[in-house]
């Protein structure tokens, strides 16, 4: 065989037979997620608001060869998890990889914040992940019972290095992306006996959502463009995600990063089984000395994992 052929990468195809859920994939992260599925041979139900870009997502797809079908709809909606099952499954006979990606932001001080800016980001988000887990979980439930084994079933969350970070001016969408990880979690313990595999990302890219904060992309090719996060979700969705499950990574240019647990930090035992006022005082002091306050639980290991997020 000549070197150059041998040198030539196989396409990957990993996804041959599959059949995916995208939501948000009319654009940014969604988008570029789908692409990287249907390439790695996925037939695709995509989800977005009624917009133009679903639909251009779409024929895209199709234009390259690959299968994909809209099924738009509000992500949160009850029907519309339903129906993106129902697709899959009248559509191309199956459902094995659920992307829950769709979001939006209303930022705002806590204080300040509006009673719809926090239930809208909530509700997009946290049910939004929730609804189309739950219609998918039970598919793969009833395929797993019936066929007496577990079923080939992933799910790719969405969370926030927001959530790590207590981003103080997204109360709304650091609560609404913990939930999303705490969703994960028992996700994967709820329904690993059925096959299904659940983990989180915490992405970073430059999309319309972070634009303004990132800037325009650097000449040449992006760090932080979303396709740079694909990989790992085509990674998770494939064969070799039958071995993750319950995990968080942060993901972005060329950097995954594996978050571990939470770990217990000290443990204090009050002396009669019962705390007084002042034995707490004194055991919590050896931690909390007489100075200001720590940033405390919050997750800064991964702000450096990035040399360029903004083109400042
Ligand atoms: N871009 C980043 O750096 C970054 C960082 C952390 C997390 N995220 C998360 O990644 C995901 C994708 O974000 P993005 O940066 O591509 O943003 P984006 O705004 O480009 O894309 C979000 C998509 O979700 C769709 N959407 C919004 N509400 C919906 C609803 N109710 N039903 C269906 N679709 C809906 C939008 O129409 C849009 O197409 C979001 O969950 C976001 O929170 C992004």
Redesign the pocket.
């Known amino acids: 065989m000549p070197s150059e052929m041998a040198a030539t990468p196989r396409a990957d195809r990993s996804l041959d037979g599959r059949v995916a859920i995208v ?2 994939a ?5 988008a570029a997620e789908a692409r990287a599925l249907a390439a790695a041979g996925a037939r695709l139900v995509l ?3 009624p ?1 133009d ?1 679903l639909d251009r997502i779409v024929e895209e797809i199709r234009a390259a060869g690959g299968e994909a079908v809209a099924r738009p709809g ?3 909606d009850w029907a519309t998890g339903e129906a993106l099952v129902t697709t899959a499954v009248d559509t191309f006979g199956g459902l094995h990889v659920l992307v829950n ?4 932001l209303r930022d705002r001080m806590v204080f300040s914040m509006s009673e719809q800016e926090w239930d809208t980001v909530i509700r ?2 946290l049910r ?1 992940h929730f609804v189309t887990t739950r219609f998918a979980t039970a598919y793969w439930r009833g395929l797993s019972k019936s066929e007496g084994r577990p079923a080939y079933a992933r799910i790719v969350n ?1 969370s ?3 959530y790590l970070l207590g981003s103080a001016g997204q109360p709304n969408y650091a609560a609404a992306k913990g939930g999303i990880v705490a969703l994960t979690l028992a996700t994967a313990r709820g329904c690993f006996n059925h096959g299904v595999r659940a983990n989180a990302i ?4 430059r ?4 634009g303004d904060l990132m800037g325009p992309a650097p000449g040449g090719d992006d760090p932080m463009a ?1 396709e740079r996060v694909a990989p790992l979700v085509v990674h998770l969705a494939g064969p070799a995600g039958d071995r993750i499950t319950g995990e968080v990574f942060v993901v972005h240019g060329g950097v995954v990063a594996l978050l571990g647990p939470p770990t217990v930090r000290a443990t204090f035992h009050a002396t009669t089984g019962q705390w007084t006022a002042a034995e707490l005082d004194a055991a919590l002091s050896t931690v909390f000395i007489d100075s200001p306050p720590t940033s405390g639980y919050l997750c800064e290991a991964t702000l450096p994992l990035a040399t360029s997020t903004f083109n400042e």
């Open positions: 939501t948000g009319g654009q940014g992260l969604g989800n977005d608001l917009t870009g509000d992500v949160a990606n769709a979001g939006v997009v988000h939004g969405t926030s290095e927001a915490c992405p970073r890219a999309t319309a959502m972070t979303p």
